[in-house]
């Protein structure tokens, strides 16, 4: 039984570039919660898709934006990139109102 | 917004030692839960206090949930260097589990052989 998987593993761009981060959850899960990790900071929400549409939003710019398919899978894109943006970004997924599981992440560098 | 603190940062102990770490809320919380994050991982659900004052152990780990629900504590009792890594509380806000996880900073834990 597969865990939350992400890719890419790494992701190297450039200031304005745009970038897309995908997400397949564990199998049996519904719901896909997405958080940006800072170097030396805890996990920051996002947003969270369940049923395909986005259900939950934290405090980040319309830049950031998702989307999530019929099997569930998840995509997170980020516009016109910063380099605060640089993170490790987790995807985490569960049944609704369910502990979640997390992926390894994608660690975006934006230079 | 709602915010969740926790301490210390930084803990550096001896293998062998106990360890406890904190975690408060500014708001009221449907739940808290707890992660480890080893070096260079992710983070890996520990454990989840869902009801006031609950208590709950797993094996060498005791996990606390406040009376008020505002507040969490995880203690470490004889640590050994497999403990190492950033230990970090999440609170579900608000009245419901609505699974909008706020996480703390973490503590990072050092242990020496």
């Known amino acids: 039984d597969a865990g939350v998987t992400q890719s890419p593993t790494h992701l190297i761009k450039t200031r304005g570039q745009q970038v897309t981060l995908r997400c397949s959850p564990k199998?049996?899960?519904?719901?896909v919660s997405w958080y940006q990790q800072a170097l030396g900071q805890g996990p920051q929400f996002i947003f969270q898709?369940?049923?395909?549409?986005?259900?939950q939003r934290g405090n980040f710019p319309d830049r950031f934006s998702g989307h999530q398919f019929p099997n569930y899978s998840s995509e997170l894109n980020v516009n016109a990139l910063l380099l605060g943006d640089s993170a490790l970004y987790l995807c985490?997924?569960?049944?609704?109102?369910?502990?979640?599981?997390f992926g390894p992440g994608t660690r975006l560098t934006v230079t | 917004g709602q915010q969740v603190m926790q301490i210390p940062q930084y803990q550096h102990v001896q293998e062998g030692e106990d360890f406890t770490t904190y975690c408060n809320s500014s708001?009221?919380?449907?739940?808290i839960q707890w992660y480890k994050q080893r070096p260079g991982g992710h983070p890996v659900f520990l454990i989840q206090?869902?009801?006031?004052?609950e208590v709950k152990k797993q094996k060498r780990l005791t996990f606390q949930f406040g009376e008020a629900k505002k507040n969490s504590s995880l203690h470490i009792t004889a640590t050994q260097t497999t403990d190492v890594g950033t230990y970090f509380c999440?609170?579900?806000?608000?009245?419901?589990?609505?699974?909008?996880?706020?996480f703390g900073q973490g503590t990072t834990l050092q242990v020496k052989p």
């Open positions: 999440a609170g579900n806000g608000g009245s419901s589990n609505t699974g909008k996880l706020i």
């Open positions: 985490a997924s569960s049944l609704i109102q369910t502990k979640q599981y």
């Open positions: 199998s049996g899960h519904d719901t």
């Open positions: 898709y369940y049923e395909e549409e986005e259900r």
């Open positions: 206090l869902v009801k006031s004052g």
């Open positions: 708001t009221t919380l449907s739940n």
